[in-house]
Structures are given as C-alpha cells and as structure tokens.
C-alpha cells in the first residue's frame, strides 16, 4: 500500500463564533489523549467570538507541541454538536469521505507513530509548532475505503471490548475490595 500525503484528502476549516450563537458550555479543550475536555479557563468576561466553530465530523489540534511532552493535543468531533475552541487550534475536516473515512484518520492519529512524528516535525526556537503545513504533509497508508471500513468496524469493537472488560474489572475490584475488608474486620475481632 502506498503512502499519501494527507494534505490532499483535508481541508482547513476557519470558523469563528462571530455572533456570538455558541456560549461558554459550548467551549472545550483537546486533550493529549485525543479527546475533547471541559475547559479549565475561566471564561467569565471572556469574548467568545474569536473562537472557533468545531462542528461535527471534524478535528481540532494544538500545534503548539513544546509543553505537551511527546504528544499532541488533538480530538475528533464524532458528536452532534458543535463545539468552540481556542483560537489558536487549528480545526479542520476530511475533504472527500470518499477516499477517506474520518473515523479512519482518527485511527491513525491515535497512534504512537504519529505523535512522534508530529513532535520530530515541530519547528521553532523558544516554541515548537507542528502547523497546517506539516499536517498537510504526513504521509498515510490508504487502503480502499471499504478496507478503511472494516479496519474502523474492528477498532470501534475492540474499543468497546475494552470498554466492557474495564467495567467488569473495576465491578470485580469493588467485590475483591469489599471481601478483603470483611477479612480486615473479622481479624480485627478474633
């Protein structure tokens, strides 16, 4: 399978919430772990119409890499909602999902590969950005889109296997826990 350059399959996205129709809950943060995250800022008397439009479907990224050790911060709207983000993210989507299923490039970004190679690509002195022009740039496996489609199906049930077992792990933990205490108490007895 060949390598494409990604700048051909997305597109920059430059949304701003200018009058004003997303309030404060509609802002997030991105997260090194790839997902959204309520806001740590205080928005109080903040203008909120510089921020940017995250709707659905698409991704946000910090390009800011120096104070995030070796990973992005970046996340995938797979919502109904929008979302607003700093101004400083950069917020863009699949061009043709076509060619390219988002869920897919969600898949790739996840990987360890990508934050090293984002963070070998970060240019600057005092602070290291991984820009739209770099994005454009990463090289990515491309298989048909019906391959993407089963390799996605297969991810999203692993995820949910995943999900599954840590439910039944931390039940089984609470089980464990509450059994060691009655031993701890019935010892303390004797």
Known sequence: MALTKLGRYIELLDLRNSDNTYAADAVVGLSTQKTT???KADLSGVSLTSY???PPKSFAYVPDTSRRGDKVSLAYNNSNETYLVSSISVVFKVADIHFLLPDYLYMYFNRPEFDRYARFHSWGSARETFDWEEMCSVEIPLPSIDIQKKYVAVYKAMQRNLAVY???AD????VCDGFLDKLKNESTKA
């Open 37 to 39: 995250i309520k806001t």
């Open 52 to 54: 940017k439009l995250f």
């Open 166 to 168: 840590q439910a039944k």
């Open 171 to 174: 039940d089984l933990k609470l």
